[in-house]
């Protein structure tokens, strides 16, 4: 799927993205949802989140924090406050540490709590994608606070790229449990 470039590509890749997510999570007994994953050697995965996210609850609040960060970031400049997507002290070059600290924050959310939240903000991050123009979000410059990028990238970002994600680790976490039957 090309990633989305007008609003109303935004909003479909996004609500198709986050229904085919719950379509694999909803597949799964409640027993192998709360199950942690077990990928097997991820020596070959070089990204810090194989490691990091131990079970599904792990990526749907990774999810939820996402979403946060959006709607804190947009809620913040549109009332005047100057505030970067990222909180500080971390840049694009250390958001790994913060996600380490999401996921630290959540260990004592109960799997079905992760479920509530990141449905609940999913529809509040499409509720304030509503509230913009097609060229608010994907026009360079509509926002002095999006730099060199769009707000709609972000919106990008933080849905369908961040569901995308998701459904990677999901599809494994099934495929190993099926194997191990």
Not at 26 to 31: K, L, N, P, V
């Amino acid at each position: 799927m090309p990633r989305p470039t007008t609003k109303p590509d935004l909003i479909r890749a996004a609500n198709e993205q986050f229904e085919k997510m719950w379509k694999f999570i909803d597949s799964m007994t409640a027993d192998e949802q709360n199950t942690n994953f077990n990928f097997g050697d991820i020596s070959n995965k070089k990204e810090a989140h194989w490691a990091r996210d131990n079970n599904l609850r792990d990526v749907l609040v990774h999810l939820y924090e996402w979403h946060q960060l959006l709607l804190n970031w947009v809620k913040a400049n549109k009332n005047g406050e100057e505030k970067p997507f990222l909180p500080l002290p971390y840049n694009w070059r250390t958001y790994g540490d913060m996600n380490v600290e999401f996921w630290k924050k959540h260990q004592a959310t109960p799997y079905n709590t992760s479920r509530d939240m990141v449905k609940e903000s999913h529809g509040e991050v499409m509720a304030l994608i509503e509230t913009f123009s097609g060229d608010e979000l994907f026009v360079k410059g509509s926002f002095s606070w999006t730099g060199g990028s769009t707000l709609g990238s972000y919106c990008v970002s933080a849905t369908a790229s961040h569901y995308d994600w998701a459904i990677k680790k999901i599809k494994l976490h099934i495929k190993t449990l099926t194997r191990a039957k």
